[in-house]
């Protein structure tokens, strides 16, 4: 029913930035917790941050404190990652997830955005 849509991925060098957009459509009146996750070649799938739907409370894995801000516009149904002084291990397939209120795991995802970070 929610449908997630990224952008803004995209072939950068080290220390440039970068800005995420994750598109929200559907029944997103459903959706709890927004976030973003990203996935290297050879690497499980991590956790980057996450952004309360109603609420501004954030978190943040540790790579990302510091560089990545998680933000959204709750009007038009956005959520950001702006990515900043990009590292190449930063280098992976972002994806927006959603988190719907009556359930405690991720159940909607995104197609995800390459980020490519050269050195």
């Known amino acids: 029913q929610v449908q997630l849509v990224e952008s803004g991925g995209g072939l950068v060098q080290a220390g440039d930035s970068l800005r995420l957009s994750c598109a929200a459509s559907g029944g997103t009146g459903s959706i709890a917790t927004m976030a973003w996750f990203r996935q290297a070649p050879l690497k499980e799938r991590e956790f980057v941050a996450h952004i309360w739907w109603s609420g501004s409370y954030t978190s943040y894995a540790d790579s990302a404190k510091g560089r990545f801000t998680i933000s959204k516009d709750s009007a038009q149904n956005t959520v950001y990652l702006q990515m900043n002084t990009l590292k190449p291990e930063d280098t992976a397939v972002y994806y927006c997830?959603?988190?719907?209120?009556?359930?405690?795991?991720?159940?909607?995802w995104g197609q995800g955005t390459q980020v490519t970070v050269s050195s």
């Open positions: 997830a959603a988190k719907p209120t009556w359930v405690s795991n991720y159940v909607y």
